[in-house]
C-alpha cells in the first residue's frame, strides 16, 4: 500500500525493515525495492519479490560516509567523488571490506559493492533513522520498465510488500551512473543520472565499456534486453508510420499530429527528458492501438548517454 511520507510512516517504514521485510522507496533516480543490507533473508526476499536472478549484484544505498567506510575500501579519487556528486545519482563499485557486514547475497558474491547516496529527502530520513545501509534495485519486477511514481511501484508489486513510502514522482527519473573504481582507471558500467562530461571534470578521463561486447562477468546486471515494454521500439525515427505511436524529441518536425504521442522534451533538454522518460514509455505502451513505440533520435551528450542506453535496451529483442 502507498504511504504518505510523514514521521509516523518513516518510523513504520524503519520498523519493517528491522523485521527484515522489505519495501518501496522512493529516490531521485527511480524508487527503489529496499532491504536491510546486513540481513541475508531480507536481501533474498527482494530477488523473490522482483524476479530477479541471484547473478545480478544490489546496489548499498548510505545515509552518511560513516556507512562507506564501515563497508568498502575507499580512495582519494573515491572521497572527491562523493565530495562532488553525493547525496545523488552516482554509485562507485569499490572493494569490499574484508569481513563486511553486508550481506554476499546482496553482490552476489562478488568482492566488491557498488555505494550510493540518494539525493531524496525521504530517501535520506530513512537512511538515518535505520541507521543502517539498505540494499534497493529498482522497484521493478526484472526485465520491465523501472518505476517513477509510488503508483507504478504499486501496480508492479503493490500485492507483495507490505508498504511503499510516496515521495512524489522522480525527479531525475533514469537510474544512478555506474562507476567502477576497481579498475586501472575509472570504467563506465551504466550511464545514467550524473553525466560522463560531469564526471571526467572531476577525475579526468575515464574508460567506457563497449556495449557491443558481453561484459558478464564485470557487471553481471547489464542484459541486452532490459527496461522493456511490451510494445516492439522503434529508435532514431523520423516520425511514425502506420500502427506507431511517436515519442519525439525537440520541435516536432514531422506531418502527422497524433493526440496520442508524447515528447520526452520539446525544447531538446536531455534532463527533462530523462526525468519523462519512464512514464512517456509506460503510457503509449498502454495504448492497445499500436504495435511499436517510434522515437526520435537523442543525442548522446550529457543525460542523453543514459536516456539512449536505456532505449537501446528496450528496443532489442535478445
Ligand atoms: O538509481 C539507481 O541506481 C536505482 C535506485 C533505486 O538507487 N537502483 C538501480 O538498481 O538501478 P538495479 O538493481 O536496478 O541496478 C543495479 C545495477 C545492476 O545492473 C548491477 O549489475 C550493478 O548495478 N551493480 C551492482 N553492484 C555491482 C558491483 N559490485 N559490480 C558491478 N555492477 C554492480
Ligand atoms: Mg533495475
Known amino acids: 500500500m502507498i504511504y504518505e511520507a510523514i514521521p509516523n510512516n518513516i518510523k513504520q517504514a524503519c520498523e519493517l525493515l528491522s523485521q527484515g521485510q522489505v519495501i518501496g522507496l522512493p529516490t531521485e533516480t527511480v524508487y527503489g525495492l529496499a532491504a536491510d543490507a546486513y540481513n541475508d533473508r531480507a536481501v533474498a526476499s527482494i530477488f523473490h519479490i522482483k524476479r530477479r536472478p541471484a547473478i545480478n549484484p544490489l546496489i548499498v544505498h548510505v545515509g552518511n560516509v560513516a556507512q562507506v567506510d564501515e563497508i568498502v575500501q575507499t580512495s582519494t579519487m573515491a572521497a572527491e567523488l562523493m565530495a562532488a556528486f553525493w547525496p545523488g545519482p552516482l554509485t562507485l563499485v569499490l572493494p569490499r571490506k574484508e569481513n563486511g557486514p553486508v550481506s554476499l547475497l546482496a553482490t552476489a558474491g562478488l568482492d566488491t559493492i557498488g555505494v550510493r547516496m540518494p539525493n531524496h529527502p525521504i530517501a535520506l530520513e530513512l537512511l538515518h533513522s535505520f541507521g543502517r545501509p539498505?540494499?534497493?534495485?529498482?522497484?521493478?519486477?526484472?526485465?520491465?520498465?523501472?518505476?517513477?511514481?509510488?503508483?507504478?511501484?504499486?501496480?508492479?508489486?503493490?500485492?507483495?510488500?507490505?508498504?511503499?513510502?510516496?515521495?512524489?514522482?522522480?525527479?531525475?527519473?533514469?537510474?544512478?551512473?555506474?562507476?567502477?573504481?576497481?579498475?586501472?582507471?575509472?570504467?563506465?558500467?551504466?550511464?545514467?543520472?550524473?553525466?560522463?562530461?560531469?564526471?571526467?571534470?572531476?577525475?579526468?578521463p575515464i574508460h567506457r565499456l563497449d556495449p557491443e561486447k558481453n561484459h558478464t562477468i564485470k557487471a553481471p546486471g547489464m542484459f541486452k534486453r532490459h527496461y522493456a515494454p511490451s510494445k516492439k521500439v522503434r529508435l532514431n525515427a523520423a516520425d511514425a508510420l502506420e500502427g506507431e505511436v511517436f515519442l519525439g524529441f525537440g520541435p516536432y518536425s514531422g506531418n502527422r499530429m497524433n493526440p496520442d504521442d508524447k515528447n520526452l522534451s520539446v525544447t531538446g533538454d536531455c534532463v527533462e527528458a530523462a526525468a519523462n522518460l519512464f512514464q512517456f514509455m509506460r503510457q503509449l505502451d498502454q495504448k492497445m492501438q499500436y504495435h511499436t513505440i517510434a522515437v526520435a533520435p537523442i543525442p548522446y551528450t550529457g543525460l542523453g548517454l543514459a536516456i539512449n542506453d536505456r532505449l537501446q535496451r528496450a528496443a532489442t529483442s535478445e
Open 134 to 204: 539498505l540494499a534497493a534495485p529498482s522497484a521493478n519486477l526484472f526485465m520491465t520498465i523501472s518505476p517513477t511514481t509510488a503508483l507504478d511501484v504499486e501496480q508492479g508489486l503493490g500485492d507483495q510488500i507490505p508498504l511503499i513510502l510516496d515521495g512524489g514522482p522522480c525527479q531525475v527519473g533514469v537510474e544512478s551512473t555506474i562507476l567502477d573504481l576497481t579498475t586501472d582507471k575509472p570504467t563506465l558500467l551504466r550511464p545514467g543520472g550524473v553525466s560522463v562530461e560531469d564526471i571526467e571534470a572531476v577525475v579526468g
